[in-house]
């Protein structure tokens, strides 16, 4: 079993670190966004693409296991998207995410954001090719995941805390989590945003738009 | 790759089935408890026992990919519970059970819970050797859920709608949850709860006292 875990996910790797080489090469920046069902991957999406419009060229590619409701959500917002159906799988491998770059249209992307399948297990293990790892924690979800799913937390590079509305519903402990996530990932931004209220997106926004320039300007 | 997994399913399960045979033997309801990280399942549980007290032999095992927060909050309030690390496992097989089963105290429970790892794809997938599955799925998650996790969904006796006390902040709407889940499983028993106020808890604990009482009496 170990052996077989091993083989598939040196193979994965390798798909993966060309995935990132051929979009480095056309200066299109991949972000893998990461969450359990139900933390706000697609309003993120959304609202990011709201932002950023008429600035960076984005384009996203969406995984779920079944069905297709956040492909169309997106499309309906006027966004280039794919859906890929992962048919009972539980994460995305870099092989899927090809086919996912195959089935865009062949438009010059500055920036191509993954959502990745509701999961905080899985999806960590599986290098999709991206450049940026970003995940979601909301509130309602407990300051105690970091505890629980370190991996998830140890491999991001921004975890973004969602539904800071819900916080005078709560008792999560905001300095409590900050604390866990830090000690399993020292280098990891975090920033405290509602996608309902607007509150603190901007910080997202603006770190996403400079990282699209850093990277198509390099 | 498909093939490896059948094997791996069709071990499973026949061990699924002799746990489900032997403490059928023994009078000892199995019940399987899984959901999103973050849903409530230790907080469904705690409130569980605290409304059976005395009335039902009760015992948890406890199942997370590291840490052990969980079986310390249980065994706390003084129930017999052990916990199962996964070690990057991202979800309970009858195998791992088994081990649970056996590194509990030798005593005649009458349900033993167990709270799966906290995960709305994989744990759907593998037999646990439970008589019965529950799921929770917390308002804040949204009332999407069943078109895109609909395996999980299907394969449950009970749907726990948790965290009703935030459906004042929330656009959840729970027709047209009810009807997405009916239209997957028309058998399912819903019920809506909130374990911080309390709220639908007795519907909960009183359909479960019933299904131990009916097993240990059959």
Excluded at 40 to 65: F, M, P, R, Y
Excluded at 92 to 111: C, N, R, S
């Amino acid at each position: 079993m170990i052996e077989v875990k091993e083989e598939i996910l040196a193979d994965n790797n390798q798909v993966a670190a060309g995935v990132r080489e051929r979009l480095g090469r056309q200066k299109t920046l991949l972000l893998n966004l990461m969450s359990s069902p139900g933390s706000g991957k697609t309003s993120l999406i959304l609202k990011t693409a709201e932002a950023l419009q008429g600035k960076v060229k984005l384009g996203v590619i969406e995984a779920d296991i079944e069905s297709r409701v956040d492909a169309e959500k997106v499309a309906a917002c006027g966004i280039d998207a794919v859906q890929l159906r992962t048919g009972g799988f539980c994460h995305l491998d870099a092989t899927m995410v090809t086919q996912g770059l195959e089935a865009l249209p062949p438009k010059d992307f500055d920036l191509l954001i993954i959502e990745n399948v509701g999961n905080l297990v899985c999806p960590a293990e599986f290098d999709t090719g991206a450049h940026k790892n970003a995940m979601i924690l909301s509130v309602p979800e407990g300051d105690d995941k970091p505890l629980k799913y370190p991996l998830m937390f140890s491999i991001c590079d921004v975890l973004v805390i969602n539904k800071i509305d819900y916080l005078s519903l709560s008792d999560f402990d905001l300095a409590a989590l900050r604390h866990r996530v830090l000690a399993l990932n020292p280098q990891i931004r975090i920033m405290e945003v509602s996608c309902k209220t607007g509150a603190g997106l901007a910080e997202w926004t603006d770190w996403l738009a400079r990282e699209v320039a850093q990277f198509v300007g390099s």
